[in-house]
């Protein structure tokens, strides 16, 4: 909480909670001056609001205020992780095909379905790719849509895996 002028005398019953997170414990207010901090903890998936009570606070010439409830800004506790359904390949319809080389390869789109029930949204995917057998890697990193475009040799079999990340970080 930051205030516009330093002030004094925060205690935690001058601190108003609400929203739809429960279990939470609202610690003792710290700091002095213009800047105070406080400690929320063991809060459930949800979202949760803060507020300073009218008239908790006086500043250096004892001026009693907030006049009005001053609201910080209303947060999202999301605590699950994203829902992904399996990878699907697909060559892309059409395209000619160049050539039936090795080097070459078919052009391709992997698609994914992908939700987050905790509200936090979508934010990324990682996907891994793994051919002939071979253990997985990295294929791309930090993708933001549930498709990808890739080619694929000839002759091989691939498997696929896609992890994703809500803005969370779940």
């Known amino acids: 909480v930051a205030f516009a002028a330093p002030v004094r005398y925060l205690e ?21 001056g213009a800047w105070w901090t406080d400690t929320v903890s063991g809060c459930g998936e949800g979202t949760l609001s803060m507020a300073v009570r009218p008239g908790a606070v006086a500043d250096a010439v004892s001026n009693w205020g907030p006049a009005r409830q001053a609201d910080a800004p209303t947060i999202l506790i ?3 992780g994203p829902v992904i359904g399996a990878p699907k390949v697909a060559l892309r319809s059409a395209e000619p095909l160049a050539s039936i080389s ?26 891994r790719r793994s051919r002939d057998g071979e253990p997985f890697t990295d294929l791309a990193l930090g993708v933001t849509q549930p498709t990808l475009d890739l080619w694929l ?13 809500d803005r969370a970080g779940n």
């Open 12 to 32: 935690r019953d001058d601190l108003l909670r609400s929203g739809t997170a429960t279990g939470c414990s609202v610690g003792t207010p710290t700091g002095a």
């Open 153 to 165: 040799a000839p002759g091989h079999a691939y498997r696929f895996s896609v992890r994703a990340r």
């Open 78 to 80: 999301d605590r699950s």
């Open 102 to 127: 090795a080097k070459t390869g078919v052009l391709a789109t992997l698609a994914w379905s992908a939700s987050d029930a905790g509200g936090a949204g979508l934010a990324s995917f990682d996907v």
